[in-house]
């Protein structure tokens, strides 16, 4: 069993930065995919980013070029930095890793960005 545990979350004024963090409990991330996404009340969960076992990140078009997800082997941490925050990113935030064949969630933290 794993278990993902999100921080960082808050409220940020638009154009400002929050650095998000996932922490899991078994060393799981330079192994697996470990994913960052995103809900809104009413709408689907949408993916925001990945960071691949091997390293490789990719990202929404949404948060290309202001998002940052990396990683931390020796502290079993996924980290997504956001900057130039915008008010359409306002979400709860999730942290995911696919651990086949089973996928763990983390419980979700809240970004908010207004003025």
């Known amino acids: 069993q794993v278990q993902l545990v999100e921080s960082g979350g808050g409220l940020v004024q638009p154009g400002g930065s929050l650095r998000l963090s996932c922490a899991a409990s078994?060393?799981?991330?330079?192994?697996?995919?470990t994913g960052w996404y995103r809900q809104v009340p009413g709408a689907q969960r949408e993916w925001v980013a990945i960071?691949?076992?091997?390293?490789?990140?990719k990202y929404a078009e949404s948060v290309k070029g202001r998002f940052t997800i990396s990683r931390d082997n020796a502290k079993n941490t996924v980290y997504l930095q956001m900057n130039s925050l915008k008010p359409e990113d306002t979400a709860v935030y999730y942290c995911?890793?696919?651990?086949?064949?089973?996928?763990?969630w983390g419980q979700g933290t809240q970004v908010t960005v207004s003025s």
């Open positions: 995911n890793a696919v651990v086949p064949p089973l996928n763990y």
């Open positions: 078994t060393r799981i991330f330079s192994i697996y995919d």
């Open positions: 960071i691949t076992g091997g390293g490789e990140s």
